[in-house]
């Protein structure tokens, strides 16, 4: 864990925030698979995380404004217990390693939050995402289960994105550790990525290694040789040469911070002509985005400009008729890069979604698109210095997506549906780093992982 009195300092600030009332933090408990005992792996609420710090099922807490205090609650592990998990320390010993000084059965949470709601006291919690946390404070509240989602108090969402998005420099640390296992893990995938090699091969060589250094997967690996489905999580397919696979795959820090990063490997080593012009424009949208990032820029302004390089780039192959700018402002753009270029990154992969994904990503002026492709950008807002962010343009040609929008006739007069065709069999290419929002400017986090034609090819074929 980090020292208390970090911890500390984020329950001051975030009591300073929410101004009055009582904020309650529900941790996380053990999910089963298939049967009670038979659980998946657990991992803590983010927000419980960042303010009180352990990593534990069965936790819950409650920051009193009014009193400047906090307790834990939790139940201490009896003998029962301790032959199946072992000893542990106590809740006390744990509480004080997060600056906490008071703690009490998890039974005693009912009775605090009851005086509080009878007392006419606001009780702040955050928008819940399990079905299960949903039932605790429909209980703990008297409210209808469907009815508390709807209560969640926005003062203290507010201040948890706010809090929460600044990483300070410990909190950098941690994502740098996570990146170095992300390092391994995709220079392990570049030399492995071979002719007659399953993906699902490469899958458990990834996995395995983050595995043998303790760590979790911070998502599900994509790893396919269909890269034109963004999220494709299948893994049984055998490479050939002349493939094009993308590798997206991160692992957490110790203390729970993520990686997110993606590559895209030609298996026998060498990129075709035409996969080298896609996929250098594709490189070329990243390092643009890149170079424009400093605070006080929209990202929707950086996710526009990828945008254009990247249409630019492809001006080649005829796919796209007339002025890149017309092309990006139309949507026309989409038809290849129907995905927003990041989003923030921290604790969550796709850091505080769960909390409002458009108070974290939208405001300040910005408001979130509507139409196809702009729609799936997540963060639009002005960039801050201490921000990390995502920055991944791609290029991706999905059969189903240019016969629909050719059928529709939508964009004729930007988009040559007869070159897209021609395209059909390529699959995808995205190419994602994690950037830290500098004073002046911005830094790609990590040791770097090869990304050029030359490097990628010099690797792959080693």
Not at 188 to 207: D, F, H, N, W, Y
Not at 311 to 329: I, Q, R, Y
Not at 418 to 428: N, T
């Amino acid at each position: 864990m980090f020292a208390p009195d970090i911890y500390r300092a984020r329950r001051a600030a975030l009591a300073q925030q929410v101004g009055s009332g009582l904020i309650l933090l529900l941790g996380n408990a053990d999910s089963p698979m298939n049967y009670t005992d038979n659980i998946y792996p657990f991992r803590q609420d983010s927000s419980f995380l960042y303010f009180f710090g352990l990593d534990l099922p069965g936790l819950a807490a409650v920051i009193d404004v009014e009193a400047d205090s906090a307790t834990l609650f939790g139940d201490d592990g009896g003998l029962d217990s301790i032959v199946w998990t072992g000893p542990l320390p106590s809740l006390a010993e744990q509480a004080q390693a997060v600056a906490v000084s008071q703690t009490l059965a998890l039974s005693k949470l009912d009775g605090v939050v009851s005086r509080a709601r009878d007392g006419g006291r606001k009780v702040h919690f955050l928008p819940p995402y399990r079905a299960e946390h949903r039932v605790w404070l429909a209980e703990l509240l008297q409210l209808y289960v469907a009815a508390v989602d709807d209560a969640a108090s926005e003062s203290l969402t507010r201040a948890v994105i706010a809090l929460r998005s600044v990483k300070s420099a410990e909190e950098i640390a941690q994502m740098e550790n996570a990146l170095e296992v992300a390092y391994r893990m995709h220079m392990l995938a570049m030399r492995s990525s071979r002719p007659g090699v399953k993906e699902q091969e490469v899958v458990g060589l990834m996995t395995g290694l983050a595995q043998s250094q303790g760590r979790a997967l911070a998502y599900p690996v994509i790893f396919s040789r269909d890269g034109h489905i963004l999220h494709n999580h299948g893994h049984s397919y055998t490479l050939k040469a002349g493939d094009l696979v993308v590798n997206d795959a991160g692992a957490e820090s110790p203390l729970h911070y993520a990686s997110d990063i993606t590559r895209t490997i030609p298996v026998a080593g060498r990129f075709n002509e035409r996969q080298k012009l896609v996929y250098q424009a594709v490189l070329d949208a990243q390092l643009a985005a890149i170079d424009a990032m400093k605070p006080g820029v929209p990202y929707r302004e950086v996710h526009d400009l990828a945008a254009r390089v990247l249409v630019n780039g492809l001006a080649p192959t005829g796919l796209f008729k007339g002025d890149a700018a017309e092309v990006v402002a139309s949507g026309a753009y989409a038809l290849v890069f129907p995905h927003g270029l990041g989003h923030h990154i921290g604790l969550d992969v796709h850091d505080m979604e769960a909390l409002n994904e458009n108070w974290v990503g939208y405001g300040e002026g910005v408001e979130r698109a509507s139409e196809f492709g702009r729609k799936s950008l997540r963060l639009g807002r002005p960039l801050r210095e201490g921000w990390v962010v995502t920055v991944e343009p791609g290029a991706y040609f999905i059969p189903a997506l240019i016969e629909r929008w050719a059928a529709e006739q939508r964009h004729t007069g930007l988009i040559d549906y007869d070159v897209a065709r021609q395209y059909a069999d390529f699959g995808g290419i995205r190419i994602e780093d994690d950037v830290l929002i500098t004073a002046d400017g911005a830094r790609v986090l990590g040791k770097p992982i090869p990304k050029t034609i030359a490097e990628i090819e010099a690797l792959a074929s080693a």
